[in-house]
């Protein structure tokens, strides 16, 4: 018989296989919590914020790191297991929980490819590719971050960047937002502005309801949230994949998640 972390490895691989370039994002058991409460960490992949979990595996993982009042320190946890991790966070103030995973590869044929780049707002891609050309392969990694707040501390720091090669960064504290009000975000690409890139806001329970906009030459554009709750945001950049890397192109999958009060 098979060992319950064997069993959940097994689901995580066959997860990634026809999924592997949907959506990702963090989705903590609570957004908000008091000095000392535990959260579970829970990693998820799928589209519309409904996913199946990701168990953590060593192996993906480049940092799994929770950032705050005290600095930042590694998010715990056990291999093979849903939740990814467990944090005690006792600071006061806004949290980030951030993943960086290491690159997956994943291959589709060419109408399937053409029809995910319309998906993800990369049009431009297409312009780059010839047409027809048989079955493509993608590496792909994963940028993801979540915001918490912790007690009632201070609200700095939910404009900090933590260096993601693909990174949504908030100008506004999600947490200081009414349902209605627009959240200013930049998009950076390995540090720099990423310019013409589609973000995408998704309410839970509510994907009819999501909303986008494209990045400016500063990297920024604005989305507005109308209804408290978790939301999710993303963004997906695609370049030619690295010589040697035995690909056709590579992408980054940025995600966001916090949630909006209701006031």
């Known amino acids: 018989m098979k060992s319950p972390r064997a069993l959940l490895l097994l689901g995580f691989f066959l ?4 999924v592997s370039a949907h959506d990702f994002w963090i989705e903590p058991s609570t957004f908000r919590l008091a000095p000392g409460d535990r959260v579970a960490v829970r990693l998820r992949v799928g589209q519309s914020l409904l996913g199946d979990p990701v168990p953590r595996d060593p192996q993906r993982i480049e940092r799994f790191a929770a950032i705050g009042g005290l ?3 590694r998010v715990p946890g056990v291999a093979g297991m849903d939740p990814a991790g467990w944090l005690s966070p006792f600071s006061p103030g806004l949290l980030w929980i951030v993943y960086d995973s290491g690159h ?3 291959q589709l044929d060419s109408a399937k490819f053409d029809s995910y780049l319309g998906d993800e707002g990369l049009e431009r891609i297409r312009k780059l590719r010839p047409a027809n050309t048989g079955p493509v392969k993608e590496i792909f990694s994963r940028c993801a971050k979540s915001l918490l707040s912790v007690g009632s501390g201070p609200d700095t720091g939910y404009d900090k960047v933590l260096g993601l090669e693909l990174e949504l960064v908030a100008e506004k504290n999600p947490y200081a937002l009414k349902p209605g009000e ?3 975000l930049r998009l950076l690409y390995k540090g720099k502005p990423l310019d013409g890139a589609l973000l995408v806001a998704i309410p839970k329970g509510a994907p009819g309801a999501k909303t986008s906009a494209r990045s400016d030459r500063h990297g920024k554009a604005a989305l507005r949230l109308d209804r ?3 939301w999710l945001v993303k963004a997906v950049h695609m370049v030619p994949a690295p010589a040697g890397s035995g690909a056709d192109w590579e992408s980054l999958w940025a995600s966001l998640t916090f949630e909006l009060p209701a006031h």
Do not use: F, Y
């Open 182 to 184: 627009d959240l200013p």
């Open 71 to 73: 600095g930042e320190a």
């Open 228 to 230: 408290p709750g978790l």
């Open 104 to 106: 997956d590869s994943v």
């Open 15 to 18: 997860i990634t296989g026809p």
